[in-house]
């Protein structure tokens, strides 16, 4: 099965007010000259408005790098799925690993979020990945298993047409660090046969999984090439379009 592959550019805590929407400018322009690749990018919060103007009348879309699962209330900091549609969102980061294990997400919790990204009738991208020690202890693939059936307990087959998902080694983040493109395909295939044994044979051919770990344009065609990895979620090489761009270039190549 073809499957479009899907670049996103996680911005993180990263630019401002007027730096973010000129990166989108120069994203969305970039990303015209590769129609085969969707794109998106996730700015922070208060630039969301910004960079949505910045994209309008492109095929980029725009992001959120977090949502509540609440639709509304006495959440204090928090910021609900309404909002963010009011913004012009259109897909939505669940289970990103700083979120995990920076800020201390749980399963549950993750699993809540995305479960609402869905029923908010937005796409999903949910993240999975292993640590380090884990990947030293043999036990990737049951990490990626743990956190794919909690993270989509609840979602049914039609909605897994909104969602991909984001396999990133947490070793390898913003770290310089690469899976081997063997390592990263394995990863890949295995995460598809846990989709399969959950949703079907023919979800899990039609779900794209992306790879996340320090990808870049030196590496980004060798990696997306790979049957199993249908394109990147990019954390550092998404600030610069110079490097970001060659990234999507690599994706719609495998098309």
Known sequence: MSRTPFVGGN????????????????VAAGAAEHPGCEVAVFPPFPFLLAVGRALAGS????????????PDGAFTGEVSLGMLKDCGVSVVLTGHSER??????????????????????????LCIGEKLEQ??????????????RAGLAG???EQMARVTIAYE??????????????????????????????FGSAVAQATRIQYG?????????????????????????????SDFVPIIAAAAGRV
């Open 169 to 198: 080694p947490v070793w390898a983040i913003g770290t310089g660090k690469v899976a081997t493109t063997a390592d990263a395909q394995d990863a890949h295939a295995k995460c598809r046969g846990v989709l399969a044994a959950m």
């Open 59 to 70: 095929a980029v879309k725009l992001g959120a790098q977090d949502c509540y699962f609440e």
């Open 135 to 148: 990947r030293e202890a043999g036990q990737t693939d049951a990490v990626n298993e743990r956190q794919l």
């Open 213 to 241: 770990g320090s990808l870049k344009p030196g590496n980004a065609a060798e990696l997306l090439a790979q049957p199993d990895i249908d394109g990147g979620l990019v954390g550092g090489a998404s600030l610069k379009a």
């Open 11 to 26: 911005w993180k805590m990263n630019t401002g007010p007027e730096s973010g929407p000129a990166l989108a400018r120069e």
């Open 155 to 157: 979602v049914s087959a």
């Open 100 to 125: 995990r294990h920076v800020l201390g997400e749980t399963d549950a919790l993750i699993n809540a979020k995305t479960r609402a990204v869905l029923a908010a009738g937005l796409e999903c991208v």
